[in-house]
């Protein structure tokens, strides 16, 4: 008998990690006991607007299950342009191409500026399927130190002098980043420009939370500092202010690269989904998003206050907890008595106490920041938050016996 065939993977798909996000979410569904869910970044349905899409959705007539334009239906690509222009700089139809949700954008972004074993430096933390989309193109991926006013750029020219080379691409989620909340300010995007511009290196901007602002003041996008600049590759959803499951996005990019990215797009799904496409596009049309939005901010804020001042009266200064001004994520460090908990340790206790987070080292590149995690707030309601956080403190308790822990109510 000849010996059954064995499959070589590829060299370049080797390094290709399960989304630890993804792989939580498939754990959290097989659980049948009530859990209060700050893992999964995404709008609750009760907060999408079902309605007016189940509406848009009905209303559409011939040619919606055709294939449609791989740069993405017309209609969409004009509503794109409108929003773009009214909540940021205006933009041109020949730098938009649309696509399957955010995650194809970035897909997009590394396949199209980065070869293997080029340099890529990412937040540290950062978006885990970035990081893996990275890698996945076979990047040397180097995280580089955030704080409470995002990437510190000022830190960039010594890693990369440590590293040798310059990078060929930086990834950043400038606004209310995931996991950590926090917004890059102007001064650090002027000068990240300005280092782009020195070494030739891409900017792959991440900006899926953006138009969430619920606190605090604008910060000018890459786009308003430096309009149409060829080195910013920004990928952008309707994922977070619409609806996850729509799976439609899109990327704002340099003409001649958005040719590209039409080509390689073609080679990938020919298009994106055209019901979804025209369900977006007259949700827009029909001017449903700014209203949306105005719905949300006050909800998002109220969880993000009610998700702080629970972490305050559970855990007291024994975990710091960062304070956006949007977006969805608190990302939140043990200190003190708390400061040795090891989070992916924690993680069976918190879902067998009935809570879920993604823990730290699921945002890093080298497995560390092991007592820090992400906590969604957009998902719960400010008593589920209360909830969730006592029975975090419940599994942080058992975890370090010994830390002297305020009572929490109730018990499991
Ligand atoms: C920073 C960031 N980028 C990209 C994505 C992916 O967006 P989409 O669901 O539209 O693919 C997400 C979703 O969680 C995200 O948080």
Redesign the pocket.
């Known amino acids: 008998m000849t010996p059954a065939p064995t499959l070589a993977f590829p060299r370049s798909q080797r390094q290709l990690l399960g989304s630890v996000i993804d792989s939580s979410t498939s754990l959290l569904a097989e659980q049948t006991h009530d859990i209060v869910r700050f893992a999964m ?1 995404a709008p609750n349905e009760d907060l999408m607007p079902i309605a007016a899409l189940d509406d848009a959705f009905a209303s559409q007539r011939s040619g919606r299950f055709d294939y449609g334009d791989s740069a993405g239906e017309p209609r969409l690509r004009e509503q794109i342009l409108r929003l773009v222009g009214e909540t940021e700089v205006a933009t041109t139809d020949d730098r938009l191409l649309v696509t399957t ?4 954008g ?1 897909d997009l972004a590394f396949k199209l500026c980065v070869d293997p074993g080029d340099l890529v430096i990412v937040e540290a933390p950062t ?1 885990t ?2 990081n893996a989309t990275a890698l996945s193109y076979g990047a040397e991926v180097i995280g580089a130190p955030t704080d409470a006013h995002g990437l510190i750029v000022d830190g960039l020219p010594e890693i990369v002098a440590r590293a040798g080379r310059t990078p060929k691409a930086i990834y950043t ?1 400038p606004n209310f980043q ?1 996991p950590m909340g926090v917004t890059l300010t102007r001064e650090r995007r002027v000068r990240l420009l300005e280092l782009a511009e020195r070494w030739g290196a891409m900017i792959i901007e ?1 900006d ?1 939370y953006g138009l969430l602002r619920f606190g605090g003041e604008h910060v000018a996008s890459f786009a308003e500092i430096a309009p149409g600049h060829p080195l910013v590759f920004q ?1 952008r ?1 309707f ?2 202010t619409i609806a ?1 499951g729509l ?1 439609v ?1 899109w990327i704002d990019v340099d003409p001649e690269l958005r040719q590209l990215a039409i080509s390689a797009k073609q080679a990938m799904d020919t298009c994106t989904g055209v019901p979804a496409q025209n369900a977006v596009a007259m949700f827009l049309e029909n001017g449903h998003l700014a209203p949306h939005i105005e719905r949300l901010k006050p909800i998002y804020r109220e969880r993000k206050i009610a998700m702080r001042r629970e972490l305050e009266r559970a855990f007291g200064d024994r975990a710091v907890a960062t304070d956006p001004d949007g977006g969805f994520f608190l990302w939140v460090t043990f200190a003190g008595a708390l400061e040795s908990i090891d989070t992916e340790a924690l993680f069976t206790d918190a879902l067998a106490e009935g809570v879920a987070y993604i823990p730290g080292p699921a945002f890093t590149t080298d497995g560390s920041m092991r007592n820090s995690l992400r906590l969604c707030f957009a998902t719960s309601s400010p008593e589920r938050i209360a909830e969730g956080v006592d029975r975090l403190a419940r599994a942080a308790a058992l975890a370090v016996p010994g830390a002297g822990l305020p009572t929490v109510g109730g018990s499991s």
């Open positions: 970044g949700g955010g995650m194809q970035l978006y399927n970035g989620i995931n991440d899926p990928v959803t994922s977070k996850p799976r996005g």
